[in-house]
């Protein structure tokens, strides 16, 4: 792939870059960074910010020396949508089951501020801050529902803790809005409706689909990977 973009990687909830690694395999010709979001982790305490997030997303662009094209996966289109508009390198943003929502929308608004079953909430206090984070409650079933045992119980034990503030958080920006978007449906989705998906998959330019849970880079790496270079060859 030929004078091709960098292809940044953006983890959700949870997660880190680890998640991403039987993808990476699968595009050896590809440069591929993957952002470590700081709202996930095993820290309770210093759990970050959606803004953080994005900050950390537009300090990772900003050091790319030509185009990009950006995936978010899940949460990871918060700080998708939030961060990759702004940086002029930025050739396509694609939303891969991700939350793709506009100015003035959190996360939590998308589901009128009820938190889902599969969330289980702690609320906590560090130097009279407030410093509130979820885990998930069966992420096997949830997140992992086609990926092979083994592997689905390794990724489990890795994940963190997500901070409430991350999902609290109003967009102000909406990359979508100037960067040509794609979203990639998971239609075999536990933790986001395939209804859910369609919704805001309709704001997208192009719309990709994969009968898959909602980890096809754990489940479906190649077939993944190859919707990935689709996007890349249609710059």
Known sequence: MTNSPTLVLVHGAWHGPWCWKQLIDHLPDVEVRAVA????????????????????????LAAIDGPTVVVGHSYGGCPVSQAAGKMSNVQRVIYLSAIMHDVGESLLSLVNGIYPSAWDVHKQHVDNVERDYFDVSDPVEVLYGD?????????????????????????????????????????????????????????????????????????????????????????
């Open 37 to 60: 979001l700081p709202s996930s982790g095993h820290d309770t305490e210093t759990l970050g910010t959606l803004y953080e997030d994005a900050e950390a997303l537009s300090e990772e």
């Open 147 to 235: 990926v092979d045992p083994d592997l689905a119980r390794e990724c489990s034990a890795r994940l963190g803790h997500q901070s409430l503030a991350s999902v609290s958080q109003p967009l102000t920006e909406a990359a979508w809005r100037t960067v040509p978007s794609t979203y990639i449906i998971c239609e075999e989705d536990q933790a986001m409706p395939v209804p859910f998906q369609e919704a805001m998959a309709g704001r997208a330019q192009r719309i990709r689909r994969i009968r898959s849970s909602h980890s096809p880079f754990l489940s479906k790496p190649a077939e993944l990977a190859r919707v990935i270079r689709d996007e890349f060859e249609d710059q």
